[in-house]
Structure formats: C-alpha cells, structure tokens
C-alpha cells in the first residue's frame, strides 16, 4: 500500500512541473543542483531543500557526502508528506476515490472504456473494475512503473527515509495526505479521464520522454527539467495555481516560520525548486540566502 503513496506523489509531480514554465528567475548554470542551502534572515542553523524525482530504479539513486552531511546536520525532515506515518495507508483508499459515486465508466464512451480495460487486463495484469471509483489522474501514475527499466522502482523519499531513521531524525510532512488527495478533486474527472486516454494511447513516446526526464534529473539540471515536461504534449497548464503556485506559496510560508526555530532537511519535488514561483527564489523574497550545493 506504501508504494501507491509513491505513485500519488508521483502523480502531483509529473502535473505540477507542467505548469512550471520558467517564467523569471532562472537558475543559473553554476546553480544547477539538486541540492541548496538556506541560510541568512536571522537564523542561526543552515536548512537545506532537495529536489527529489519520485519513482526511481534503486540503482539511479545515489546520495553525495554532501547530503548525508545535511541530513546529520538538521534537526527534523520534511517532506511533501510524512510517508513513514502508518496511518496514510490506512486511510489511502478513502481519499484515492472520486466523489458522488463517479465511475470510470461515467467517464468514457463505450469504445474508450474497452480501451482502458484491455490495457489494465493486457498489460497490468490488473482488472479496471476494481478501480472504477479511483480519480483517473493517480491511475495515469500507475503506467509509470512500464516505463521504467528496472521491475520495481522506489522512490527517492523512500530511500531518503531510510538514512533519515539511521541519523534517528524525525520525519513531518508540509501537507496531509487527505489535502494532497483532495487537490484531484479540484480538477474535472472529464479532463483526468481524457489524460489518461491519452497516456495510454502514447505510451511509447511517454517512455521515451519519462526516460529523458530522468537523465535530466540524474545530471541535476533543474531548468532543463522543468522546461522540458512544461513543453511536453503530454502536459496543460490549466490547472497550474492548484498545483504548483499555491503550494509552493504555502510551503515557503511554513517554511518562514520553521526556520526560525529549526534547522530542517525539505525534500519536495525537484519541479518545485526553479522559476520564478518556485521555492528557491520564494524563500530567496522572504530574504534569505538559498545557495546551491554540490550533490556529486
């Protein structure tokens, strides 16, 4: 069940980065990293922000001695969500399914739902009818894993966990999981049921630019990144205050009131670090000084 929690972040990641279109404030080329330091504006410790990319192979996800330092260093970890808490899995089908009694069937026409079905049958090996109430968006984050090189991807929080419990450090999350699930609900099934249509109709020229993604994010290179899943066919912006402008905003604002009494180890998204709204030059408008570390 953990592995799903994995697949909604995943699902807010690939959506959030969309809309992020470098607009302003890019990083500069001696600034591409996965990892920063935030320091100045009158607090006294160091935080950091790292730039996680969700579902990974194991054997692509390396941490320098850079970051293990900052981990040591800082008194608590934050993610997006605090995946460690167990209670999320209890609670994950709840809030994974869509509201007044909306199907997937309700979303298609009869020779689309067969399309889906034979996917998930064919290549899944999953029946679609124990997903009927699913929002159709974190069932575009299930064909992830196909387009992968590895069997079973993990995750970098979930890698990161591991060494945050070795330094027997705690772990919070910025958001509930109930809030990062709701944020689905706020964009119209229709359109979610149509992506992931898509998605599946495309799935080759998604492989392959799933597969770039990750040789950007592995090279650190924060703008290519962005920019490349904002131009991407796969991506709208429409929906880009729900997903990235307003929780970036929020995130720098509890970040504002973290730093001034801890010193914390933020690993969200990397598509939430760069852009003008992103959380890097956010928390560089709050005053403080975010400089880049190398992470090699």
Known sequence: MKTILYFLSAALFFVSCSINKQSGSKTSEEENSLLWEVTGNGITKPSYLFGTFHLLCKEDIHFSDELKNAIQQCDTIYMEMDMDDPAMALNMMKFMSMVNDT?????????????????????????????????PYLLVSLLYPRMMDCTVPTGVEQELILLAKQENKPINGLETL???ASIFDKIPYQWQAKELLKAIDSLD??????????????????????????????????YGAILLTERNKNWAKKLDSLLKHESVFVAV????????????NLLRDLGYTVTALKNK
């Not at 020229?205 to 796969?234: H, P, R, V, W």
């Not at 998204?269 to 890097?280: D, M, N, S, V």
């Open 205 to 238: 020229k998604g492989k392959a630019e799933f597969k770039k993604m990750i040789n950007l994010y592995k090279n650190q290179q924060l703008d290519s990144l962005s920019k490349m899943i904002s131009d991407s066919e796969f991506n709208d912006d429409m």
């Open 103 to 135: 199907t997937l069937k309700d979303l298609y026409t009869p020779e689309e739902y067969q399309r889906i079905e034979k996917y998930f049958k064919d290549s899944l090996q999953t029946p679609i009818a124990f997903m009927q109430k699913m929002k």
């Open 178 to 180: 109930e809030f990062q």
């Open 269 to 280: 998204g990397a598509g939430h670090l760069p852009g003008k709204e992103g959380l890097i």
